[in-house]
């Protein structure tokens, strides 16, 4: 058997399975519901078993088209920069409020992709953020959180 | 069925539902012409949209949505050959070497009046087809579902992706698995929420769309470093030549759109087929139909090779409706990504769709028909400039879609909680991607597993606990049989191409 990165996703999901499965026995149920023929864990006891079955079909089968992914030609750094940027996205969107947080949001992910011309970087982010709010707040009445405008007294 | 079809004119016609379908023909050919971004991205983006409509008025924007991403997946596969969609790739074989011949309209032309054809045959097919099955359907019992449903996910497994049987079976398992994720339909019980509140109500059906297509497309593009744009600059977006299609050409199309029509549909009709495989068996079939010197012609250029696997792509976008709106039960992800909206509406599609919601059934199949007449009155004047929407940098593209994505939940749920599992679901499904793991049978799992545990509790309630429900009547038995047919021919294949 050939390691390759299929089987070790394979192994992953396999492990991810028998920990499903172990939770799925966890599952507290009524004491009239514990010989049922179906109760709330027997769903996932089943799934808990397929999983382990098809992962561990796959780990043990050869491969018939193995696939490899030369890390070299990846972009990680762009693309690790990105999904940071849309955990601090995500962090600040409920307390900086969704213009600021959507804006800078926009700026440094433009940035991060290669973009310098600021021009378009500044019309694409602040303003465009600022019509697509007044769309969903203004015209479609879409409550957003904004405790930053609310501050300045933009917006109600 | 005739008051049935005028209720859905009716309904269809309004102005708002007019507006509705015409953007989201629109904007689905927009989002589909970017290559990586199919209808199921389209259709995942529109969701927090729809939610705002009614659920008449959401399906139709849906189902224009769906035709234009279409469209708008030929129309990348033809300009720039970067199908934005895997049923569009047998349409780049020769829609491609048209465009670098100059003919770049006439073969945008061809493909949208081949859809257009193609769209029809199959909604006159859909319109006899579904509500004979709504009956038939009727007699339908849990067990039979259950096996229906089982029979769906296997075929999109053993057909979304071929020759990754076990990725895609893995992959059903773990949608089904997220779809477990809160607290039990009947006992309120919490299941896999580790006491955590945010899951109490389980994994939102948009979060899993989103993640899974919208964002993990986005995040794939960019560590694979695929520029859109770059691909663009090869044929010049801005002279695309004449739309208009000789007399000689129309008589091909003519003998090549009813075969490819009806393959197409019947194609679609079947779980997990759809329109990829729908348009590779319609271009080998007019390849064999068509004269020897006319056969040289394939993958050069040839009208046939283009206006077949365009027809029958369409066909089998209607027919894969027909198990959706009957049974319930979505045969490919796109179907899935709708039924998950319908859901989010409060309805559920099923034989008693027809008689309990006729205005949103017969709204849905004529919207479907009036999409396309825009498509082909709207787009197709528009494409030399919708085309230039190809050149857009990835700069700028996939940060939007990163946006839009957040955005989204952020506007279901108001909650930093379902942003992060977001992005960390848009990351395993990034990595599980990398390795060609098929997304489409983790949002039929998801979508059908709430489904699936019903109609198991039912049929093992009524049994006392007997698996013999699956042997009992031979609808079941017939249900079954093909399940287990599809696994050994699966197996056997994996078998044959190893030994290979």
Known sequence: MKINSVKIISLLFFILSAFYLYTAHQIQVFAFDEGAPFNAKTFPIYLGYAGMFFSGLKIVLPDQKPIEVDPTYLEFKKTIL????????????????????????????????????????????????????YLLHGVLAVYLRDPLLKYIGIMG | MIEGILIGLKTALSFQNLMMVMIGCFAGTIIGMLPGLGPMTAIALMI??????DPATGLILMAGVYYGAVFGGSTSSILINAPGVPGTVATSFDGYPMAQQGKAGKALAIAAYSSFAGGTISAIFLLIAAP?????SLSFRSPDYFGLMILGLTAVAAFSSKGNFLKAMMMCILGLMLASVGQDTLSDIPRFTFNTMNLSDGISFVLVVMATF???????????????????????????????VSKEETKQMAATIPRSSILGFIIGVLPGA??????????????????????????????????A???????????????????????????????????????????????????IFWSV????????????????????????????????????????????????SFNNFDI?????????????????????????????????????????????????????????????????????????????????
């Open chain 1, 82 to 133: 990105l999904v940071l940027t849309m955990i601090v996205y995500g962090a600040t969107i409920l307390k900086v409020g969704f213009f600021l947080s959507t804006s800078l949001f926009l700026v440094f992910s433009y940035y991060f992709l290669g973009e310098r011309r600021w021009k378009f970087i500044i019309i694409f982010s602040f303003p465009f953020v600022a019509i697509f709010m």
């Open chain 2, 48 to 53: 927090p949209i729809t939610y705002g409509f």
């Open chain 2, 132 to 136: 004979s099955l709504s009956k038939v």
């Open chain 2, 214 to 244: 919208a964002m993990s497309e986005a995040l794939t593009i960019i560590i694979k470093g695929n520029d859109p744009s770059k691909a663009a600059k090869q044929i010049s977006l801005t002279d695309l030549g004449s739309i208009r």
């Open chain 2, 274 to 307: 759809g329109a990829t495989i729908a348009s590779f068996l319609a271009y080998g079939m007019e390849r064999n139909f068509v004269k020897r010197e006319e056969k040289e012609k394939f993958g050069k250029g040839s009208v046939q090779g283009l206006s």
């Open chain 2, 309 to 359: 696997p365009e027809t029958a792509n369409n066909a089998a976008c209607s027919g894969s409706f027909v198990p959706l709106l009957t049974l319930g039960i979505p045969g490919s992800g796109t179907t899935a990504v709708m039924l998950g909206a319908l859901l989010g509406f409060g309805i559920q599609p099923g034989p008693r769709l027809y008689e309990t919601n006729p205005d």
């Open chain 2, 365 to 412: 199949i004529m919207s479907m028909y009036i999409g396309m007449v825009v498509l082909l009155i709207l787009n197709l004047p528009l494409i030399p400039y919708i085309a230039r929407i190809l050149a857009v940098p990835r700069t700028f593209l996939i940060p939007m879609i990163l946006f839009f994505s957040v955005t989204g939940i952020y506007l279901m």
């Open chain 2, 420 to 500: 992060f599992l977001m992005i960390g679901i848009a990351v395993v499904a990034t990595i599980l991607r990398l390795y060609d793991f098929p997304m489409p049978p983790l949002i039929l799992a998801f979508v059908l597993g709430g489904l699936m545990e019903e109609n198991l509790r039912r049929s093992l309630l009524i049994s006392d606990g007997s698996w013999s429900f699956l042997w009992d009547r031979p609808l079941t038995i017939c249900i079954m049989i093909t399940i287990l047919l599809i696994v050994f021919w699966q197996i056997f294949s994996s078998y044959k191409s190893l030994k290979k």
